[in-house]
């Protein structure tokens, strides 16, 4: 070999292996480390935050993709993914870590499709929602740790059975014609979650989301809600019924996107289950109470489904390159769906944004809010729509629109002030009557509609 051509040989080998070291389970403070070298290696489109701290203390840290890191811009939509919620389900945390990493060294590249998703999405990565339970699995190693093992978090508490239930208030309200979108909390909900969770539900409450995906193991498939069916048991039985939502037909087009991406998900049959074009409905798989992507969708404007990726919960680090490959286009293809259906700014008279305004689509009876600068983010499938906004104290707004199938079609909401006529005074006697006794208000009707996983 030429001499010249050794060290240039060298190089190569060193590239060869740090990337092959790169696939690698994380503790808390090697993950850290990674989250923060993303961070310094693209620091004009990252931010790190952290949204609160686990039992043991260790923080639920994000990693943000934005063109303006820590700003919410109008009508660029909000996207989330959370990994290892179940500590012993090891890959989505490993995928995030690489997607991370991804984004940043193909924004660095130029790469036109990351690019743009960067520049038109606001994206928020948390790798890791249960950090203590994962300690409790990784310290069991990939070979002999148990299917529980590290599943719950400190507490021992499973954090996708700990969202408050607001599947059985839903079911109830709608056979009395209630709401079924931004149902509100019970009032002692607080005592009832764990730290992670409540981390978890007031980031979810500070942040307009429009769609999120949280990453599991143990099985193959892109699960969508419900995941809790009305009638859960039948003499003691788990019972399985296909449970939609009202958003059902956009749910299984969400889902097959990312399964159709993935390299063997869309197959069907995998760790011994078959699923349909690598989807399913939850509770047509299994019944689950106080999960959080039921949550997401009735207590926000947030559209999540849940991801299994392996079949093995904590699969070895040679696989790991693998399964990264198998789910990078995935990855990138699912936040692209977040960009599609209608998006616009509601406003008065004055131009000035209505926050909370309540977004309706005729014939789908999901309502989705404005945020606080008045924008809002429809998800739909491309077809023709009857939208109506309305406000407390507004007179609302209905137009029909077409959506395609490609870029979000742009429909705005100018709200006019709902006038409060007075009657006519009355005089009898001489004297005049009392104006204030006789003025009836008219007040707005609309209100603010507003393995195991």
């Known amino acids: 070999m030429a001499r010249w051509l050794r060290p240039l040989v060298g190089a190569l080998l060193l590239l060869e292996v740090a990337a092959a070291l790169s696939f690698l389970h994380h503790r808390y403070e090697e993950m850290v480390q990674a989250l923060f070298r993303v961070q310094s290696q693209c620091p004009y489109v990252t931010r790190i935050y952290s949204i609160g701290r686990s039992v043991e203390g260790r923080h639920l840290y994000v990693l943000e993709f934005s063109d303006y890191p820590g700003i919410h811009e109008p009508l660029e939509p909000e996207f989330k ?32 499709r990351i690019t743009r998703l960067i520049h038109d999405t606001r994206i928020h990565i948390m790798p890791s929602m249960n950090p203590d339970g994962y300690e409790v699995a990784a310290k069991q ?97 788990r019972r399985t019924v296909n449970t939609p939502t009202p958003d059902d037909k956009l749910f299984q087009k969400l889902a097959k996107t990312y399964s159709y991406a993935h390299s063997w998900m869309h197959r069907g049959w995998n760790c011994g289950d078959y699923f349909a074009d690598g989807i399913t409905n939850g509770a047509s798989w299994y019944s689950l109470s106080k999960g959080m992507q039921d949550f997401n969708y009735l207590y926000t404007n ?122 006519p005074e009355r005089k009898a006697s001489g004297t005049r009557t009392n104006s204030k006794a006789l003025q009836k208000k008219v007040v707005p009707r609309a209100t603010r509609r507003g393995t195991q996983r």
């Open 141 to 237: 190693g990939p070979d002999s740790n148990g299917y529980l093992t590290g599943r719950n978090n400190a507490n021992g508490v499973d954090l996708n059975r700990n969202f408050p239930d607001l599947n059985t208030f839903m079911y109830y309200s709608g056979e009395i014609s209630g709401p079924n979108h931004h149902i509100p909390l019970p009032d002692n909900w607080k005592s009832q979650v764990e730290p992670e969770t409540l981390a978890v539900i007031q980031w979810i409450s500070s942040y307009n989301f429009v769609l999120s995906a949280n990453l599991h193991g143990g099985a193959v498939v892109a699960n969508y809600p419900y995941d809790k069916s009305q009638d859960q048991r039948v003499r003691r039985h």
């Open 302 to 423: 947030c559209f999540e489904i849940t991801l299994e990726l392996s079949c093995n919960k904590f699969p070895p680090e040679e696989d790991l390159e693998r399964q990264w490959m198998a789910n990078r286009e995935a990855l990138v293809a699912f936040i692209e769906e977040v960009h599609q259906g209608i998006k616009g700014m509601v406003s008065d008279e004055n131009n000035n944004g209505i926050a909370g305004a309540v977004i309706s689509v005729q014939g789908i009876s999901h309502d989705i809010t404005s945020g606080d600068m008045g924008d809002y983010f429809r998800l739909l499938l491309p077809g023709t729509y009857t939208v109506t906004a309305s406000a407390e104290g507004y007179q609302p707004q209905t137009v029909t629109t077409t959506v395609g199938p490609a870029a979000p079609s742009l429909v705005h909401f100018q709200l006019k002030q709902d006038v409060v006529r007075k009657p």
């Open 81 to 112: 993914y959370v990994g290892n919620m179940h500590g012993n389900e090891v890959l989505g945390r490993e995928l995030l870590l690489q997607l991370s990493e991804f984004l940043c060294e193909e924004y660095r590249r130029g790469n036109e």
